[in-house]
C-alpha cells in the first residue's frame, strides 16, 4: 500500500522550532521507486506551494526562498523517513504541511501536480 505520513506538527511561538517527519511505506521506494521527496504548505484560502525537496538518490536539496537558512530538509534512507527541520519560525510559516514523492530524473520541481504520492498533513501553528 502505497503510504506517506507526517507527523511533529504542533503549536510554537515564533523564533521556535520544529521538526516534521515524513514516513514512507516500502512500496514506494520497492515498487514505485521514488527517489524525490518535497515538503508542501498550504494555508486556508490559498494554493499549496512548494517549501523544500530533496533527491534521494543524491540528497540533492532545492529551497523555497522564504525557507532558506531556516529550514532543512534530509532524509534517513534506514527508516524511509524524510525529515523537515524548521528553525526561526514565524507566523506566517503556520499552515498544514504535507509531504508528497514522485520518481523523476530531477528534484527542483515545487509544482504541486507533479507530485504523484501525498500525505494527509500535519499542522504548524506559530505564534507571535
Known amino acids: 500500500q502505497v503510504q506517506l505520513v507526517e507527523s511533529g506538527g504542533g503549536s510554537v511561538q515564533a523564533g521556535g522550532s520544529l521538526r516534521l517527519s515524513c514516513s514512507a511505506s516500502?512500496?514506494?521506494?520497492?515498487?514505485?521507486?521514488?527517489?524525490?521527496i518535497g515538503w508542501f504548505l498550504q494555508s486556508p484560502g490559498k494554493e499549496r506551494e512548494g517549501v523544500a525537496t530533496i533527491f534521494t538518490t543524491t540528497d540533492t536539496t532545492t529551497y523555497a526562498d522564504s525557507v532558506k537558512g531556516r529550514f532543512t530538509i534530509s532524509q534517513d534512507n534506514g527508516k524511509n523517513t524524510v525529515y523537515l527541520q524548521m528553525n526561526s519560525l514565524k507566523p506566517e510559516d503556520s499552515a498544514m504541511y504535507y509531504c508528497?514523492?514522485?520518481?523523476?530524473?530531477?528534484?527542483?520541481?515545487?509544482?504541486?501536480?507533479?507530485?504523484?504520492?501525498w500525505g494527509r498533513g500535519t499542522q504548524v501553528t506559530v505564534s507571535s
Open positions: 508528497a514523492a514522485l520518481r523523476g530524473d530531477f528534484c527542483s520541481s515545487m509544482v504541486p501536480s507533479e507530485y504523484k504520492y
Open positions: 516500502g512500496y514506494l521506494y520497492r515498487i514505485y521507486r521514488a527517489n524525490c
